[in-house]
């Protein structure tokens, strides 16, 4: 499993969170769904339902998720996604 220190330096170096001028604010919306993604995909590749292979392709989409390029969804233990102007989700997985 992914270390919490490794996503967030992942998100961080995105810039997916961002300080107030003080630092005693942080602005991070989209960190936490994205960590729950994290989780769940490594949790799939434990249950063999995702080869450990395809993970480059799942950081595209977390990657894509955090620069608002496409919105992710998980329902029912499955990872949907659709493009930031479409209406319909697909499936990820």
Avoid: P, T
């Avoid at 799942?58 to 990657?63: D, H, K, Q, R, T």
Wanted: glycine share 4%.
């Amino acid at each position: 499993m992914i270390s919490r220190e490794a996503f967030l330096g992942h998100v961080a170096n995105r810039q997916a969170i961002v300080y107030s001028e003080d630092e005693s604010v942080v602005f991070a919306e989209k960190v936490f769904f994205a960590y729950r993604v994290v989780e769940w995909i490594f949790n799939k590749i434990s249950v063999g339902e995702i080869d450990i292979d395809e993970i480059d392709r799942y950081w595209g989409m977390l990657s894509k998720y955090i620069n608002n390029e496409i919105d992710l969804k998980i329902e029912n233990d499955v990872l949907y996604f659709n493009e930031v102007d479409e209406s319909e989700y697909e499936e990820g997985c």
